[in-house]
Nanobody, 122 residues
């Protein structure tokens, strides 16, 4: 089985910064795209940012463009989300997502982390 473990969430004041990390562990053949999603209370889960295997292609939600940066370290099977100029509306549970292939006999599937709370408040 594959596990995605997030870290780095917490309470921060508006205008502050946080860096989220998500590391994959377990037995698998490869990981393709990785991304971050978030879900605020009473709202649906939404895409925040996604990054390709090589890191050469990234996409961001309009609401975070210019403030958040996604990156990855394939040697560590880890994806990061640097969040700057945080706003109260960024408050949510942030989930890591990865397209994982377990072996040559399987296809890629979406693996989710358990989520990490980010709260932006004064």
């Amino acid at each position: 089985q594959v596990q995605l473990v997030e870290s780095g969430g917490g309470l921060v004041q508006p205008g502050g910064s946080l860096r989220l990390s998500c590391s994959a562990s377990g037995s698998f053949l490869s990981i393709n795209n990785m991304g971050w999603y978030r879900q605020a209370p009473g709202k649906e889960r939404e895409l925040v940012a996604i990054i390709s295997l090589s890191g050469g292609s990234t996409n961001y939600a309009d609401s975070v463009k210019g403030r958040f940066t996604i990156s990855r370290d394939n040697a560590k099977n880890t994806v990061y989300l640097q969040m700057n100029s945080l706003k109260p509306e960024d408050t949510a549970v942030y989930y890591c997502n990865a397209r994982v292939r377990l072996n040559y006999s399987s296809s890629y599937y979406a693996q989710w982390g358990q989520g990490t709370q980010v709260t932006v408040s004064s």
